[in-house]
Structure formats: structure tokens, C-alpha cells
């Protein structure tokens, strides 16, 4: 069984950086893409930013320029690096990865950005 567990939420000032991690773990034999997304109260999830196994990426608009998403494909994890935090960030980060030839998500971390 493979989970995905996640690291590196928290509270942080606007203007601030945060860094995720998800690490993949179990029997992991395959791993494509990886990828973040976010969810805040009252809003749909969607997309932050994905990477495919040969690194390419992908962000939204709303991130770009600010996040950076990378992957250690040793350590089966993916970070995301995030800066110049805004309060309009605050949501709860999850993990995603297509591991195995199946989709799997993480528990999801808290990122609250104060103003």
C-alpha cells in the first residue's frame, strides 16, 4: 500500500515562505506525476502547481512567479517551495501523485498566511 505524507504547513506572516514536502512511501514502483494542490473554506480544490517524472512543470496563474515545485526522485517526494505568501493563500495543501498507475493524495497541511 503506498501513502503520502505530507510535512511543513504552519503559520507565517504575509511576505513570508513555507516549504512542503510529500514523501511517497510503501511499495512504490512507479511514480509519473506529482503535484500540489490547495482547497480553502468554501472553495473548490484545485490545482497549485505539478511536475512530471522528467520535470517538467506546471503552475497557476495565481502562483507563479512566487512557488517553485521540485522533486527528488530518489527519495520518491516532491517540495514546494512557497514565497512572498499572501493571505488569499491560506488552505489547506495537499499532496497528489500518480504512484503505480493510481492516483493517491495525502492528508492535507494547513497553511494559514496572517496580514
Known amino acids: 500500500q503506498v501513502q503520502l505524507v505530507e510535512s511543513g504547513g504552519g503559520l507565517v506572516q504575509a511576505g513570508g515562505s513555507l516549504r512542503l514536502s510529500c514523501a511517497a512511501s510503501?511499495?512504490?514502483?512507479?511514480?509519473?506525476?506529482m503535484g500540489w494542490y490547495r482547497q480553502a473554506p468554501g472553495k473548490q480544490r484545485g490545482l497549485v502547481a505539478i511536475?512530471?517524472?522528467?520535470?517538467?512543470?506546471n503552475y497557476a496563474d495565481s502562483v507563479k512567479g512566487r512557488f517553485t515545485i521540485s522533486r527528488d526522485n530518489a527519495k520518491n517526494t516532491v517540495y514546494l517551495e512557497m514565497n512572498s505568501l499572501k493571505p488569499e493563500d491560506t488552505a489547506v495543501y495537499y499532496c497528489?501523485?500518480?504512484?503505480?498507475?493510481?492516483?493517491?493524495w495525502g492528508q492535507g497541511t494547513q497553511v494559514t498566511v496572517s496580514s
Open positions: 510503501g511499495r512504490v514502483s512507479n511514480i509519473n506525476n
Open positions: 497528489n501523485a500518480f504512484v503505480n498507475w493510481r492516483d493517491h
Open positions: 511536475i512530471t517524472s522528467g520535470g517538467s512543470t
